[in-house]
T-cell receptor, first 117, second 113 residues
């Protein structure tokens, strides 16, 4: 099991550019989550999918952010246009079922460190 | 409004002694609580959890205590080892079909050899 795979690990981009972060969840997991970690706000949920369908996107900061899950093995988080305040570490996580989340949590990827200059 | 709070940003402990990390919550609907451990440049990894119907759960050197009336939980690490140096996140979960974990901001534990 390769775990949750995120790419790229690091991304440096200029303000105004489009940024796409990618995630491959663990095979068989039916829920996928995008989190953002900053010093000020800690780990905050941006959006989550269940069976490829977005369930709650209330954490998405604004219309510049969008996320898709075209199939069970791939998801993207896009920021267009990017701004310096978007600089953070973005984590993707996946899980299987309600009972497993309660007792075992999610499995996180290693994150993408985004720097917008 | 932060529903899960870890009021100590950092903690230093001597190797071999007990580490106690604290967490407070405000939402009475939370019914499971989890602790995650995070090393630099890695994602958080699950450590231990506790159901709201219990007041203690133990796994090796790690024990989590829950005080529902005080809306407070703590993670005890005994004995502390240098490899335990990491950021520890408290997280809370409300069932009823919600898969979301709400996280605290974390406490950085440093175990001094």
């Amino acid at each position: 099991d390769a775990g949750v795979i995120q790419s790229p690990r690091h991304e440096v981009t200029e303000m105004g550019q489009e940024v796409t972060l990618r995630c491959k969840p663990i095979s068989g997991h039916n829920s996928l989550f995008w989190y953002r970690q900053t010093m000020m706000r800690g780990l905050e949920l941006l959006i989550y999918f269940n069976n490829n369908v977005p369930i709650d996107d209330s954490g998405m900061p604004e219309d510049r952010f969008s996320a898709k899950m075209p199939n069970a093995s791939f998801s993207t988080l896009k920021i267009q246009p990017s701004e310096p305040r978007d600089s953070a570490v973005y984590f993707c996580a996946s899980s299987l079922g309600v009972a497993r989340v309660a007792n075992y949590g999610y499995t996180f990827g290693s994150g993408t460190r985004l720097t917008v200059v | 409004d932060q529903q899960v709070k870890q009021n100590s940003p950092s903690l230093s402990v001597q190797e071999g002694r007990i580490s106690i990390l604290n967490c407070d919550y405000t939402n009475s609907m939370f019914d499971y609580f989890l602790w995650y451990k995070k090393y630099p440049a890695e994602g958080p990894t699950f450590l231990i959890s506790i159901s709201s119907i219990k007041d203690k759960n133990e796994d090796g050197r790690f024990t989590v205590f829950l005080n529902k009336s005080a809306k407070h939980l703590s993670l005890h690490i005994v004995p502390s080892q240098p490899g335990d140096s990491a950021v520890y996140f408290c997280a809370a979960y409300s069932g009823a079909g919600s898969y979301q974990l709400t996280f605290g901001k974390g406490t950085k534990l440093s175990v001094i050899p």
